[in-house]
């Protein structure tokens, strides 16, 4: 144990010198009656507090339990997961719809099932730590694509030696908020026969009135493009979901291994999930109001708007951006606060996210203050 003893404590010394600690803080949680003002999550619409979400998954506790109790092909699967699958479908206007437990699972599981060392994969660089992982687990040869660079994808895809490819690309990118041309990306897949995975884990419930990027580019259904999203963003609860056509479902459940040697996403979360779709098609307006905040959120900092909630501000330095997300939460303002290596760019950054019921006033008031504590110039305490 010494030696690997010795390496622990140099790589922690290392990560304080280098400003890059990580911390888990319950204080910074910013759950209901905390007064905090919540700039950091991703319940971009605000239905993981609604009555109507919360009330659903009790419900489903007093009907199925508090877990499910086995893997989906097991005895896991429960009508509240089909109700899951199919509100899912519905929304996003989808063939077919697979859940699992969490948004990482589906997408290490729908890379390891497509991939194969005969099939290439090509990647955006600012893609999400699981899509990078399903691409190494699924032993295919694998192509950084320069960010939204479709002249290099055309590149890439035009000139490989493999027969099948796929091409997996984020709606709207986490870090940074910008967003893919799904249009061309698609059109670009199909004209080479490349399958088309699109991470929509922040654009469902956020972009084209709720339904997502992919159905607002007209893609919904289209046979080579298929889906991914989180339960834990927009959603409100937990878990995560594969949609698109039912072969490329058929062909999950029977390898994709996140899928089947994992405990079935927990019933509350599944029914909560599912009643968040029901809100997000009656209410497009909750949406609305989040792009409404974003552009508030960015005006006030000085930075491009972003399309989706998450509006970004560069800090001047990696221990800057945590004295600022501080300085901040002193203030009573919480906001995420993003260093390498989860910034693609290697720029430290304040994550600043648009949530629909936010106070306007406080949300620009705080946008500034986060703009001016990012600068090394500013005075802090
Ligand atoms: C783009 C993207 N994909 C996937 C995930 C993983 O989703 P989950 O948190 O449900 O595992 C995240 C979560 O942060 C994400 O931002």
Redesign the pocket.
């Known amino acids: 144990m010494s030696a690997l003893r010795d390496w622990l404590v140099s790589v922690d010394r290392d990560r304080r010198q280098a400003g890059l600690v990580r911390r888990t803080d319950a204080r910074r949680n910013p759950g209901s009656g905390s007064g905090l003002l919540d700039l950091a999550s ?1 319940d971009y619409l605000g239905l993981g507090d609604d009555p109507r979400v919360r009330a659903a998954a009790i419900r489903a506790i007093e009907t199925y339990g508090a877990g499910a109790g086995a893997s989906r092909i097991v005895t896991g699967t429960t009508a509240g997961h089909d109700e899951l699958e199919r509100e899912l479908a519905v929304l996003t206007g989808q063939p077919s719809c697979l859940a699992f437990s ?4 589906a ?1 290490i599981g729908v890379l390891t099932a497509l991939g194969s060392p005969d099939t290439l994969i090509v990647s955006d660089e600012h893609v ?1 730590a ?2 990078i992982d399903g691409a190494r687990l699924s032993r295919s040869p694998v192509r950084i694509c320069p960010h939204n660079d479709v002249v290099a994808l055309e590149a890439l895809l035009r000139d490989r030696e493999q027969t099948r490819a796929v091409v997996v690309v ?1 709606s709207i990118y ?1 870090v940074l908020g910008d967003a893919t041309d799904l249009a061309r990306v698609a059109a670009l897949c199909a004209t080479y026969d490349a399958l088309l995975v699109v ?1 929509e ?2 654009g469902i419930g956020v972009a084209g009135r709720g339904r997502g990027a992919v159905h607002a580019a007209g893609l919904a259904g289209a046979p080579h493009v298929v889906v991914t999203v ?3 963003k927009a959603l409100g609860t ?3 979901a594969v949609l698109g056509p039912p072969l490329v479902r058929e062909h999950l459940v029977n390898t994709a291994r996140t899928f089947i040697f994992d405990t079935g996403l927990a019933p509350a979360a599944a029914v909560g999930a599912a009643e968040a779709c029901r809100i997000i098609a009656a209410e497009p307006e909750r949406a609305g109001e989040l792009h409404r905040i974003a552009a508030l959120i960015a005006d006030a900092a000085g930075v491009p708007h972003a399309p989706g909630a998450v509006q970004s501000i560069p800090a001047d330095s990696a221990d800057r951006a945590v004295a600022a997300a501080d300085a901040l939460f002193d203030e009573g303002v919480v906001v995420g606060c993003f260093r390498p290596p989860s910034v693609p760019d290697g720029v430290s950054r304040l994550r600043l996210v648009a949530r629909a019921g936010v106070d306007p006033e406080r949300a620009v008031r705080a946008a500034r203050l986060a703009a001016r504590l990012s600068r090394e110039e500013v005075r802090l305490g």
């Open positions: 991703n969490s948004g990482y699972a997408n999400h699981s899509l984020e986490s991470d884990a922040h989180t339960l834990s937990q878990g995560g």
